[in-house]
Nanobody, 127 residues
Framework: QVRLVESGGGLVQAGGSLRLSCSASRRTNNRYLMGWFRQAPGKEGEVVTAISWSGISTKYADSVKGRFTISRDNNAKNTVYLQMNSLKLEDTAVYYC???????????????????WGQGTQVTVSS
């Protein structure tokens, strides 16, 4: 497991943009499958997007396709980014970064495939 540190959440108006970042807390040469999940008040947690260790393969929830983009920089801290554009009120949630060590060629949208989680960062979209 690895400790993940997230940043970039905040308050934004509907239609605006935010960029979230997530990095390992220490330098590592390991490869990681990574993803973003979110939890809104009173709702089930859901996957937002995921990316393979190479960055070549990605997948998105239908609700964010065309608006959100995941990317990664396989530097020493395996940084992953979530660019969120055209934000909607329903995107309001706590966003969690997740990771699992391994050279996974395909992204996973299953929560149980991840064993490391960030502390969460709040994203609030206002009207």
């Amino acid at each position: 497991q690895v400790r993940l540190v997230e940043s970039g959440g905040g308050l934004v108006q509907a239609g605006g943009s935010l960029r979230l970042s997530c990095s390992a807390s220490r330098r590592t040469n390991n490869r990681y499958l990574m993803g973003w999940f979110r939890q809104a008040p009173g709702k089930e947690g859901e996957v937002v997007t995921a990316i393979s260790w190479s960055g070549i393969s990605t997948k998105y929830a239908d609700s964010v396709k065309g608006r959100f983009t995941i990317s990664r920089d396989n530097n020493a801290k395996n940084t992953v980014y979530l660019q969120m554009n055209s934000l909607k009120l329903e995107d309001t949630a706590v966003y969690y970064c997740a990771a699992r060590e391994g050279s996974y060629y395909f992204p996973s949208s299953s929560r149980t495939d991840y064993d490391s989680w960030g502390q969460g960062t709040q994203v609030t979209v206002s009207s």
